[in-house]
């Protein structure tokens, strides 16, 4: 069956780093979109940032414009989310999904596959 098995989530402070992997089995991984998408306490889950099936796309949510990077690496089924500078707002569930054939992009309902997250806590 699909798994997505996201690690890497932490207690950091603020203005530290952690870099998040997704990795994936079960699905022909480099036909997937792959997005990591968040959500905090009281709060709705929330694009983060995708990923097309090459690499060769991304997409960012202004919040973590330039502050977060995600990569692929199709050879051993992973994604990652490399992030800096981060901030106590960023703390949060991180989930890592598949959406097939990009479609969906920053839209969560339309992916088809989701992990089951990883906390990242960022002290101020």
């Known amino acids: 069956q699909v798994q997505l098995v996201e690690s890497g989530g932490g207690l950091v402070q603020a203005g530290g780093s952690l870099r998040l992997s997704c990795a994936a089995s079960?699905?022909?991984?480099?036909?997937?979109?792959m997005g990591w998408f968040r959500q905090a306490p009281g709060k709705e889950r929330e694009f983060v940032s995708v990923?097309?099936?090459?690499?060769?796309?991304?997409s960012y949510a202004d919040s973590v414009e330039g502050r977060f990077t995600i990569s692929r690496d199709n050879a051993k089924n992973v994604v990652f989310l490399q992030m800096y500078s981060l901030k106590p707002e960023d703390t949060a569930v991180y989930y890592c999904?598949?959406?097939?054939?990009?479609?969906?992009?920053?839209?969560?309902?339309?992916?088809?596959?989701w992990g089951q997250g990883t906390q990242v806590t960022v002290s101020s």
């Open positions: 079960g699905v022909t991984f480099s036909s997937y979109a």
């Open positions: 990923i097309n099936w090459s690499g060769g796309k991304t």
């Open positions: 999904a598949a959406d097939y054939d990009g479609r969906s992009w920053s839209r969560a309902e339309g992916y088809d596959y």
